[in-house]
């Protein structure tokens, strides 16, 4: 598989997931595990796994509270002037957090696929114009940026005795201030790379020059992938019409 081959599977897997009902996302989750068997591996598939599940149980615990704890109906059924049931709720929800399940995993999976490549790497080989792969690369440096702002964030109010390393009423009360640094330190990080270090590296330039290039054709195997991803969609919408038939 090759890098353009693996984004437009992600593409058509998202569009598929945010189209599909709950029995559609069944469906959709089965082909994304087909692949990562296939392809990834056991051990990243689990890693992708364990990332897609802390990003997804929080929002379905707060949704659970919320829409079916406390509003008990599901919002189609608060548009329809309906009375609704805690059901109808409970699957919004669950469609809901599957969705957001199925969207992470796959972008982790295509990303696991391609782990043994650099980013630069796997950028430069996607078919697109220099200046969309230039502005990737610049929001993936930004973002790693921003990343360790919060490291060196967190680690300086600890060496300070402002907050600890576990659990206390001392990170409680002082959370306010670890937010305020973290945006402190990182929009001058930020500031600083885009006014002074990127200008006098010459990284747009550089970035130019190294990014040139890519491949524009799809290989037998992307072709395969794409199609059984197609198909798994179509299969997701067509139970979709049936079961709300």
Known sequence: ??????????AVLIVAAILAGPSGIVILAAAATVFATLEVGGASCLAALRRALLVMVPLAAFMLIVWVGVVGRAPQEIAAGAAGSR?????????????????????????????????????????????????????????????????????????????TRGWSLRNLANGWILMQTIWLTAVTTVTARIRDKWPVEDTV???????????????????????????????????????AA
């Open 87 to 163: 059901q109808a709720a409970l699957v919004y929800v669950a469609t809901v957090a599957g969705r957001l399940f199925l969207i992470v995993w796959v972008v982790q999976l295509v990303g696991l696929r391609f782990a043994d490549q650099t980013v630069l790497g796997f950028v430069r080989m996607l078919h697109a114009p220099v200046a969309a792969k230039r502005l990737m690369v610049l929001t993936l440096s930004l973002v790693e940026t921003l990343r360790h702002s919060v490291d060196r964030a967190h680690t300086a109010l600890i060496a300070g005795g402002i907050l």
């Open 205 to 243: 330039a550089l970035l130019d020059h190294a990014l040139a290039g890519g491949r524009a054709r799809l290989s037998p195997g992307d072709v395969g992938w794409i199609a059984a991803a197609l198909a798994a969609g179509l299969a997701a919408q067509i139970v979709g019409w049936h079961v």
């Open 1 to 10: 598989m090759t890098p353009n081959g693996g984004v437009v599977l992600a």
